[in-house]
């Protein structure tokens, strides 16, 4: 057992825990504005770690239901060269009969490059899987009397058989497993250009089997689709559970920089093991919780936020519904952060609570909201929309595609006219609407092209859900 970990965990989730019941008004940011209809935003931090918080609304009517949205942003600080963990890396490659050709080609150079960007502090293992999973090279120290040896593996690796997802995802965890230890970053690096044909094939066995692989020793999973013909929803529920990320490789020659943005985040993890537990005021309740997976036990949400590398961003929406009956100042929520901080080699954890205003004075929700979470819960919207849209598109309802896109795209131009939102993204965003829309109505579904555009705008969303600043991209 990883048992200096676990105490270090132990410690920061008893610190989390007892900030609930103890939280002392020192641990409070004072907030930006004394106006009483403002909304909050709060701003903490403990360590490498930052959290930034706020609702949309300052005032809520009293007597009746309303939604509010509450936005957490944890940020790390960068990467500024302390002593990074070793790696306990499994590279798990799909080599069945659809990887012939330049897919298997240029993965091999990709699983090459990761070889030559390891250092002997370092371990890796090669999977690779067809029908069965084969370990091309148990897990060794990086160092250069294995370096040869591990490259002429990847080169004897051959294209056949079916596609057993499952049985190499196994296989990788198994290696790491033996040689996890307290300090070590553990990460699965999964492959695959298709659908599961050997083994488990629905999303729910996969989202259990990477849920599993997360809670053994902390090993993540990252999960990279290459192609046409690969299911895009299951890889990202994968790698949602699984603590890591999912990239779209849309041609095979971007497989070297897909696996060199990987590897260069693994070397730059500056925290791990970080969850948010979110205690819910009294009078409000959790309609929706956007971006990450998340459970909700003894009353209180917890959402596991897995690994950080320097300068990451990871953002949480929060649809929560407020039914508070007396006027004045109510806490909507309080969020509490806890980690182990690689860079100072301790646990860390810090906390901070937001509060609105019930009025019964006839003021509405309008007199003083936060764009910045309006802005935020438009991106929302538009990445769930684009997602459904897509999902109509490949089913084969154009015209249901296109009406959900015109939808949100007029809805967010109503959105823009009332508030003070950044035009940028919203010119960009609803560029994409209106390309997409067009796409559909000009392409068949089952087109090689209208394929990849449906797999990219689900990447795009994926990250947008995840991350508010990959609307910069967008």
Do not use: C
């Not at 046409?228 to 929803?233: A, G, K």
């Amino acid at each position: 057992m990883r048992t200096l970990k676990l105490v270090a965990i132990a410690v920061a989730l008893i610190f989390g825990t007892a900030l609930y019941y103890h939280f002392s008004s020192s641990n409070v940011p004072s907030g930006p504005s004394t106006d009483a209809s403002a909304p909050t935003t709060e701003q903490t931090r403990e360590g490498t770690l930052d959290v930034t918080a706020a609702l949309s609304h300052g005032l809520v009517p009293t007597d009746s239901s309303e939604t509010l949205y509450g936005t957490i942003d944890v940020a790390a600080s960068e990467f500024e060269g302390a002593r990074r963990p070793p790696l306990n890396v499994a590279l798990v490659l799909d080599r069945s009969g659809s990887m012939h050709g330049a897919k298997i080609t240029h993965v091999k150079q990709a699983a090459r490059t990761i070889v030559d960007m390891l250092d002997p502090r370092d371990r890796l293992t090669i999977v690779s899987y067809g029908g069965t999973a084969s370990v091309e090279i148990p897990s060794r120290p990086v160092e250069s009397s294995n370096r040869a040896r591990m490259k002429q593996a990847i080169e004897t690796i051959e294209d056949a058989g079916g596609t057993n997802i499952a049985a190499g995802v196994r296989s990788g965890v198994e290696q790491l497993e033996r040689h996890s230890t307290d300090e070590t970053i553990d990460r699965v690096v999964l492959l695959s250009d298709g659908k599961p044909t050997i083994g488990p094939s629905s999303r729910s066995a996969f989202e259990s089997l990477s849920r599993n692989t997360r809670r053994r020793d902390d090993i993540t999973l990252t999960t990279m689709g290459v192609g046409l013909d690969y299911n895009e929803d299951l890889m990202a529920a994968m790698a949602d559970t699984g603590g890591g990320h999912y990239y779209f490789i849309d041609r095979p020659a971007k497989a070297v920089s897909i696996f060199e943005r990987e590897l260069r985040g693994l070397t730059r993890t500056v925290a791990r093991d970080a969850s948010v537990v979110i205690n819910l005021g009294e009078g409000v309740e959790l309609a929706h919780l956007h971006g990450y997976p998340h459970r909700v036990r003894d009353g209180r949400v917890h959402v596991s936020l897995s690994d950080f590398e320097g300068r990451e961003t990871k953002s949480i929406l929060l649809e929560l519904e407020t039914n508070w009956e007396s006027r004045g100042e109510h806490r909507a929520v309080r969020v509490a952060l806890s980690y182990e901080d690689l860079t100072r080699q301790e646990p860390a954890h810090t906390s901070l609570e937001l509060t609105s205003r019930a009025t019964s004075d006839g003021k509405t929700l309008e007199d003083a909201s936060h764009d910045e979470v309006i802005s935020r819960v438009q991106q929302i919207e538009v990445a769930e929309s684009l997602d459904r849209a897509m999902n109509a598109y490949q089913d084969g309802q154009p015209q249901r595609a296109r009406q959900m896109l015109q939808r949100r795209r007029h809805a967010l131009e109503q959105t823009n006219r009332r508030h003070q939102l950044e035009n940028g993204y919203v010119e960009r965003m609803l560029q994409q609407l209106s390309e997409t829309e067009k796409t559909i109505e000009q392409t068949p579904s089952t087109s090689a092209e209208a394929r990849m555009m449906i797999k990219k705008n689900k990447a795009r969303g994926h990250r947008l859900m995840r991350d508010k600043s990959a609307v910069e991209s967008f």
